[in-house]
């Protein structure tokens, strides 16, 4: 017995032993995850900052103070700028490491790393669409650039300084959790942050749901549907913008194409994504007559915060506002003379060619009438407690074949053997850009900064204190037939390539319109007089022209009319369809109680997606409910993967083609109306808000329903910020969902003295335990902004000034 007792405690020992020392599923090594020398005690922070600091780094050249706010925004004076950015280097990542290397892994394909074989997918999907091979391209742009190199390089080797001055103990929470450590960064680190940005506002595809429709249904209905300029449209450049410029020819269509658009015997909504608000008024309509602009970029929301407050002066530069974590320069901001914004253009610059192999080796394609090679790139795929998996890549002449029969998409917007053809894939450095943008004194400089632009596409709107403003859907678009990409093209045609690019110069831009402000939302880019193509959808008119409805009207604008502006809930969207679905609804067949008194409601509402209005929360899933009654029948499960037609095209056949042939439900016998789906939609919606919430009350209120909260990047528990109860939807201003939205609300009033606003949903630090993790969460809830604390020299006297670092060789 006791011998028995003994090898039961000598084997609970171990396993004790090896859970204390070894990452066990999710959870960290025990042992040093809950050591008081190395554990996560030592992540814990305190709120107040020590007055004066004094350091001492290998790296700089000469003396850089870096003062910091109540925020704990740092406020870089540096005497040279390779000093500044290498201190932009060192503060970024003493705030955000962990995000910075996660997010980077994320880009390059090498989560298995860290996580283990779940991660194996998503890492070959990062490898197979030529993540690292577009940073590789990039990093050689950047490279090419004298001052491209020396930013990059002084950024990479602050952030290496602040790494190597670490000890296990000091590691953020999340390697702890995670039990992994942070390696060396690398200038290609920096270009993969720039690629993952480009992969999410400008990576998606439609290409492939739509070659399905045109097989399904034919040109014809495609074109009815999937209209190339949409019913109701108010576009970033105002209608009547002359173009002032010679037009270079555009391509002509290629024969397999044409003949895929003529053929009408063919073999067997959109949601809305990332979208962005930006305006800038002329001091013609201020209070101080000098002009203001505001900037709100949508994201998918995080903590840590995807943006990094900064400011940075040299000799050269006096800048402030977000960063991104990884990469240097200020993205969106203002200096003392200009301020600048972006939001997503939406260019159709990822096209997939079909590619027909000569044999199963797959070391040839045939291209141009002719058999071409095959390029092979190996991906060594890491994977944490197993062996490392070795994928090959195949790449043609038009980018890498991302999957091949019989591998199953990531993605099921990926065909299969076809070669992706990506702008994120070419030789680019957007690093210049922000360079001269950060330095730039007037509208001839902005102008000259936007050249050097590649991706992903942005509207950049601007204002400077020569009172001028200006909006540029800007990148670098390639030189396209109309249509050319909207559905998968043939990989052996030549023609079928793209044939150039659209002169940086000729990118559509309006400078001092005579209505005296300009913006944009995500929608057209231009009329349809703009002599080339730049995609064939954008986002939906409704915020777009809700912004221009107001600015119009305004007079006399302040800081605070435009930050109102920003937390506008009304809807356009329902104040067009709402009227005419509740007169077809059928109230003889309302019978529950929550159905009548939501009619009531309903027939009542204003429009705004306010947090307390229950109205709100019936009409959206009243809508959703009916646009899947209009169109699941026909777009699920027919042929391949498909999508619905726009929130455009169903507004019109609400209100305009009531009697289409899409409003019948094709999987019933019964002939359906307008009239039925409405009302079954209606009773559906209110039998569904019952289930899940209960009889109508506080529960129903869209703020609840909507469910707003900041997860966590890695989605690690209790590291997301509280619910939040705050208004919004997609097509408001205040395009606020669960957990995407407003990812920095900004607004800048230039002048002699620049006054700045501005707020994330987030803080500084990247560390749950810091008060400064999430400090600024419940002032952008509530839509309001911080002051920005904008410096003009070292000894500015400013009492929101809290503590002071400097660092000496």
């Given at each position: 017995m006791k011998i028995a007792k003994a090898v039961i405690m000598l084997g609970v020992s171990g396993a004790l032993f090896y859970i204390m020392n070894n990452k066990t599923g999710p959870v960290p090594p025990l042992g040093s995850f809950l050591s008081p020398y190395t554990g996560f005690w030592q992540n814990a922070e305190k709120k107040s900052m020590p007055n004066e600091q004094n350091l001492s780094l290998p790296g700089v050249k000469e003396e850089v103070k870096i003062m910091y706010d109540e925020n704990r925004i740092p406020h870089i004076f540096a005497k040279n700028d390779y000093d500044a950015y290498f201190a932009q280097g060192y503060v970024t990542a003493k705030d955000r490491l962990w995000q910075m290397d996660f997010q980077t892994r994320f880009a390059g394909g090498r989560i298995s790393e860290v996580v283990g074989e779940k991660a194996i997918e998503l890492d070959r999907y990062k490898r197979r669409t030529g993540m690292m091979y577009g940073a590789e391209q990039s990093l050689k742009g950047m490279m090419e650039n004298p001052k491209s190199r020396m930013v990059v390089e002084a950024y990479t080797a602050g952030i290496n300084a602040y790494i190597t001055s670490l000890s296990p103990k000091d590691y953020p929470i999340e390697f702890k959790i995670l039990d992994y450590k942070p390696e060396d960064w690398t200038p290609l680190k920096c270009a993969l942050l720039l690629k993952?940005?480009?992969?999410?506002?400008?990576?998606?595809?439609?290409?492939?749901?739509?070659?399905?429709?045109?097989?399904?249904?034919?040109?014809?209905?495609?074109?009815?549907?999937?209209?190339?300029?949409?019913?109701?449209?108010?576009?970033?450049?105002?209608?009547?913008?002359?173009?002032?410029?010679?037009?270079?020819?555009?391509?002509?269509?290629?024969?397999?194409?044409?003949?895929?658009?003529?053929?009408?015997?063919?073999?067997?909504?959109?949601?809305?994504?990332?979208?962005?608000?930006?305006?800038?008024?002329?001091?013609?309509?201020?209070?101080?007559?000098?002009?203001?602009?505001?900037?709100?970029?949508?994201?998918?929301?995080?903590?840590?915060?995807?943006?990094?407050?900064?400011?940075?002066?040299?000799?050269?530069?006096?800048?402030?506002?977000?960063?991104l974590p990884g990469s240097p320069h200020v993205i969106i901001g203002f200096n003392k003379d200009v301020s600048w914004g972006v939001t997503n253009v939406d260019a159709d610059v990822l096209d997939w060619y079909q590619v027909k192999f000569k044999d199963n080796k797959k070391e040839e394609y045939w291209f141009n009438n002719k058999w071409n090679k095959v390029t092979k790139r190996i991906e060594t795929i890491g994977i944490r407690g197993g062996k490392s998996i070795i994928d090959t890549v195949l790449y043609t002449h038009q980018g890498p074949v991302t999957y091949i029969a019989p591998q199953k998409p990531f993605n099921d917007n990926i065909p299969v053997g076809t070669a992706m053809r990506w702008i994120a894939h070419d030789k680019s450095d957007e690093l210049s850009t922000f360079y001269k943008l950060n330095r730039a004194k007037n509208y001839t400089d902005y102008r000259e900064a936007l050249k050097l632009y590649t991706a992903p596409a942005q509207n950049f709107v601007f204002a400077d204190n020569e009172n001028d403003i200006a909006i540029t859907p800007n990148g670098k678009y390639p030189l396209k037939w109309k249509d050319q990409g909207k559905f998968v093209l043939d990989g052996s045609d030549p023609q079928n390539d793209w044939q150039g690019w659209i002169p940086a110069e000729q990118n559509p831009t309006v400078k001092n319109p005579t209505r005296g402000f300009v913006s944009s939302?995500?929608?057209?880019?231009?009329?349809?007089?703009?002599?080339?193509?730049?995609?064939?959808?954008?986002?939906?008119?409704?915020?777009?022209?809700?912004?221009?409805?107001?600015?119009?009207?305004?007079?006399?604008?302040?800081?605070?009319?435009?930050?109102?502006?920003?937390?506008?809930?009304?809807?356009?969207?329902?104040?067009?369809?709402?009227?005419?679905?509740?007169?077809?609804?059928?109230?003889?067949?309302?019978?529950?109680?929550?159905?009548?008194?939501?009619?009531?409601?309903?027939?009542?509402?204003?429009?705004?997606?306010?947090?307390?209005?229950?109205?709100?929360?019936?009409?959206?899933?009243?809508?959703?409910?009916?646009?899947?009654?209009?169109?699941?029948?026909?777009?699920?499960?027919?042929?391949?993967v498909m999508r619905y037609p726009s929130r455009d095209r169903t507004v019109q056949i609400i209100l305009n083609e009531q009697n289409a042939r899409w409003v019948d439900n094709i999987n019933t016998p019964k002939k359906e109306t307008l009239t039925d789906l409405i009302t079954e939609s209606y009773k559906k919606a209110i039998d569904s808000l019952t289930k899940k919430y209960g009889t109508m009350g506080d529960n129903w209120q869209w703020g609840k329903v909507k469910n707003t909260?900041?997860?966590?990047?890695?989605?690690?528990?209790?590291?997301?910020?509280?619910?939040?109860?705050?208004?919004?939807?997609?097509?408001?201003?205040?395009?606020?969902?669960?957990?995407?939205?407003?990812?920095?609300?900004?607004?800048?009033?230039?002048?002699?003295?620049?006054?700045?606003?501005?707020?994330?949903?987030?803080?500084?630090?990247?560390?749950?335990?810091?008060?400064?993790?999430?400090?600024?969460?419940?002032?952008?809830?509530?839509?309001?902004?911080?002051?920005?604390?904008?410096?003009?020299?070292?000894?500015?006297?400013?009492?929101?000034?809290?503590?002071?670092?400097?660092?000496?060789?």
């Open positions: 993952q940005m480009t992969s999410t506002l400008a990576g998606g595809s439609d290409d492939f749901y739509l070659t399905n429709i045109l097989k399904q249904y034919g040109p014809d209905i495609v074109k009815d549907l999937f209209r190339d300029y949409p019913f109701r449209e108010d576009p970033i450049i105002p209608v009547g913008t002359k173009w002032e410029f010679n037009a270079l020819k555009v391509p002509t269509p290629s024969q397999s194409f044409l003949a895929l658009m003529t053929d009408s015997i063919r073999p067997q909504e959109k949601i809305e994504g990332i979208g962005s608000n930006n305006w800038a008024v002329s001091g013609s309509k201020t209070a101080t007559g000098m002009p203001i602009l505001a900037n709100d970029p949508h994201l998918d929301l995080t903590l840590p915060s995807i943006w990094y407050q900064i400011q940075i002066v040299t000799p050269t530069v006096n800048v402030y506002g977000v960063s939302a995500n929608q057209s880019s231009t009329d349809p007089t703009y002599p080339y193509y730049l995609n064939w959808e954008f986002a939906p008119y409704e915020r777009g022209t809700r912004i221009n409805q107001r600015l119009a009207k305004m007079n006399n604008i302040t800081i605070d009319s435009l930050r109102n502006l920003q937390n506008d809930n009304y809807s356009v969207h329902a104040e067009n369809v709402r009227t005419t679905m509740l007169s077809l609804l059928d109230q003889s067949q309302l019978s529950k109680k929550e159905e009548i008194e939501s009619y009531t409601l309903v027939n009542n509402w204003n429009n705004y997606y306010n947090a307390n209005e229950i109205a709100a929360t019936v009409f959206e899933l009243w809508y959703n409910e009916l646009r899947d009654a209009i169109w699941a029948d026909e777009f699920t499960g027919k042929g391949g909260y900041v997860p966590h990047l890695a989605k690690i528990p209790g590291f997301n910020s509280k619910r939040l109860f705050n208004g919004g939807s997609k097509a408001s201003v205040n395009a606020l969902s669960e957990h995407n939205g407003p990812s920095w609300r900004m607004v800048v009033q230039l002048g002699k003295n620049v006054k700045a606003f501005g707020v994330y949903p987030g803080g500084q630090s990247g560390n749950p335990g810091s008060w400064y993790y999430d400090n600024m969460i419940d002032t952008w809830s509530d839509g309001k902004l911080n002051e920005l604390v904008y410096l003009l020299n070292p000894t500015d006297k400013d009492k929101r000034i809290l503590s002071t670092l400097t660092i000496k060789k």
